[in-house]
Structure formats: structure tokens, C-alpha cells
């Protein structure tokens, strides 16, 4: 999956696989996560936030409707 590099504290790079609905996070600490049932327009309002990483942590970190996989 392609991500978008964005300039974040916490956040290093974004990425969205529109057909499954998958969200992949790729952390400053070097952590990659994906995020599994992330509808399009969190993805949205994550990309639009004025900051990515507040948005992340009150909206998509610990929400029980997103399954959560690290993949590196």
C-alpha cells in the first residue's frame, strides 16, 4: 500500500486501500499498523485534521470498531 508522508510528531506516513477499507499508519518510532473496517471519511477527516496525530489517537487509536494488526 502507498502512504502519503506527512509531517507529524508521532505520525510518519498515511496510507488507504479504499476497497477494503483498510487503514495503514506508519509511526515515527518505526512501527507500520493497519487498521482494518476504517470507513473512507475517517480517512478523510484524519488527512484533513489539523493535526493528524490528536486526530489518530481520539478517533481511530483505541475505537473497538477498527481491528488493529501490526505488519512490521
Same mark, same amino acid.
Given at each position: 500500500m502507498e502512504r502519503e508522508t506527512v509531517?507529524?510528531?508521532n505520525l510518519a506516513s498515511i496510507g488507504y486501500d479504499e476497497e477494503n477499507n %483498510?487503514?495503514?499508519?506508519?509511526?515515527?518510532?518505526g512501527g507500520i499498523y493497519q487498521y482494518s473496517n476504517v470507513p473512507y471519511y475517517v480517512y #478523510?477527516?484524519?488527512m484533513n485534521a489539523s493535526s493528524y496525530g490528536t486526530y489518530?489517537?481520539? *478517533? %481511530?487509536? *483505541? *475505537?473497538?470498531?477498527?481491528t488493529t #494488526?501490526? %505488519?512490521k
Open positions: 509531517k507529524s510528531s %483498510i487503514l495503514e499508519i506508519e509511526f515515527n518510532h #478523510e477527516e484524519l489518530f489517537s481520539a *478517533n %481511530i487509536r *483505541n *475505537n473497538k470498531k477498527f #494488526e501490526k %505488519i
